[in-house]
T-cell receptor, first 113, second 113 residues
Framework: EAQVTQNPRYLITVTGKKLTVTCSQN?????MSWYRQDPGLGLRQIYY???????DKGDVPEGYKVSRKEKRNFPLILESPSPNQTSLYFC????????????FGQGTRLTVV | DAKTTQPPSMDCAEGRAANLPCNHS???????VYWYRQIHSQGPQYIIH???NNETNEMASLIITEDRKSSTLILPHATLRDTAVYYC??????????????FGKGTKLSVIP
């Protein structure tokens, strides 16, 4: 079964304490991306990766880092989280074939106090 | 990507067909119509997509008007588990570069027992 797995699902942390949200997919897709979802703002892309060792900024990359050392994993790193990064985060992956669907993880609800 | 317009909310009786409209009057000839749904803060789930022909899969049917300026997603026998926000997205996928899905506000479908 095609799966995109994020961990943790819920996280409450304090300002400035580094954290990592993991994302793993079992579909052998090259493309992976991270979104955040906030009320009234929809989903906004943070970073994406076209392949191993290839990452690019999305619309809202400030305060985030990513890495893509292997195809299946695409962790999202918050080096010094701030309260404005409190959000619902989704990882997504897609086949490189044109006009196919994207698969999303279950989401990670992050609260930074 | 072309802009889409959807009603903010709809109700549907359980067991009846749910017909969700979407206007995309500025759609280009090579842009596809995609539908996703999001059930209560879970990850968005792909439903169906099409270019100009009507499409059907195990989840839904997609009816695209001949001029492609609007479409309708049909859930033939809505169940309570179909209660979700449904997003209509229009985009062309070049197969290269960032694949960013722009989710608008969508239509909140409430299936009533």
């Amino acid at each position: 079964e095609a799966q995109v797995t994020q961990n943790p699902r819920y996280l409450i942390t304090v300002t400035g304490k580094k954290l990592t949200v993991t994302c793993s997919q079992n579909m052998n897709h090259e493309y992976m991306s991270w979104y955040r979802q906030d009320p009234g703002l929809g989903l906004r892309q943070i970073y994406y990766s076209m392949n191993v060792e290839v990452t690019d900024k999305g619309d809202v990359p400030e305060g985030y880092k990513v890495s893509r050392k292997e195809k299946r994993n695409f962790p999202l790193i918050l080096e010094s989280p701030s309260p404005n990064q409190t959000s619902l985060y989704f990882c997504a992956t897609k086949s490189p074939s044109m006009n196919t669907e994207a698969f999303f993880g279950q989401g990670t609800r992050l609260t930074v106090v | 990507d072309a802009k889409t317009t959807q009603p903010p909310s709809m109700d549907c009786a359980e067991g009846r067909a749910a017909n969700l409209p979407c206007n995309h009057s500025t759609i280009s000839g090579n842009e596809y119509v995609y539908w996703y749904r999001q059930i209560h803060s879970q990850g968005p789930q792909y439903i169906i997509h099409g270019l100009k022909n009507n499409e059907t899969n195990e989840m839904a049917s997609l009816i695209i008007t001949e001029d492609r300026k609007s479409s309708t997603l049909i859930l033939p026998h809505a169940t309570l588990r179909d209660t979700a926000v449904y997003y209509c997205i229009v985009r062309v996928d070049s197969g290269a570069g960032s694949y960013q899905l722009t989710f608008g506000k969508g239509t909140k479908l409430s299936v009533i027992p």
